[in-house]
């Protein structure tokens, strides 16, 4: 899969799982149930000890992996070899865009400020993590996009059901979703984060996104 190919699965799913775990067995879990419940883009994050098992255990399932909280080039390139399909970081790392570039594989950074968002734009990064989403308005993306019309906006931080479809109207290409996972983890296990997973998508369908 080429890196176009991987940012069109993207935003055409809309909904990104950004998985947290005690470890790798429990981000495996979590990710199976995110995926039983519709959601097919998942990122494991690399807070998590041992993720490296996580990636290994979800090989087999039809969903779309990539990596978070990747902090340098070296993490990284430990992600592309475990399987990540797409990076994502809490913020701009110059040479994780450069060795994301040079293997073809989309960057997603966080980006807080028009000029953070220019520099990102210009070492190939297609699609920008807004992060964190919940100290903005969604008509921050219309704003950026006077300046910036080519920048692609996944908000991230702070997204829930009631507010995802306002983000999504304003230009999101897509929503990165975490907290309330591990909260439907934590309180009710797999079956209440598939049964979670669900309604984000249902919200995604009746909003005209993925069939």
């Not at 779309?64 to 993490?75: I, M, Q």
């Not at 570039?101 to 920008?128: F, H, K, Q, S, W």
């Not at 306002?166 to 907290?179: D, F, H, P, T, Y």
């Amino acid at each position: 899969m080429d890196k176009h190919s991987i940012i069109h699965q993207l935003m055409e799913t809309k909904v990104v799982a950004v998985i947290r775990g005690q470890n790798g067995k429990e981000a495996a879990q979590l990710s199976r149930a995110a995926v039983e419940g519709g959601i097919r883009s998942i990122e494991l994050t690399y807070t998590t000890p041992e993720i490296e098992n996580a990636f290994k255990e979800l090989q087999n399932t039809d969903a779309l992996l990539g990596a978070g909280s990747v902090l340098d080039s070296e993490t990284a390139r430990h992600a592309i070899l475990a399987g990540a399909k797409f990076i994502v970081s809490p913020y701009f790392v110059e040479s994780v865009a450069t060795l994301c570039n040079r293997y073809g594989i989309p960057y997603m950074p966080g980006c807080m400020t028009i000029r953070e968002m220019a520099m990102a734009l210009e070492t190939g990064c297609d699609v920008l993590k807004l992060f964190p989403a919940n100290h903005f308005d969604p008509s921050f993306i219309k704003s950026v996009n006077g300046p910036l019309p080519n920048v692609r906006i996944m908000p991230t931080g702070g997204i829930n059901l009631d507010n995802m479809k306002e983000w999504l109207n304003a230009g999101a290409v897509a929503i990165g979703i975490g907290s309330d996972l591990n909260k439907a983890y934590k309180n009710g296990g797999y079956e209440a984060v598939v049964e979670l997973s669900r309604k984000y998508m249902q919200k995604v369908k009746n909003n005209g996104g993925v069939s």
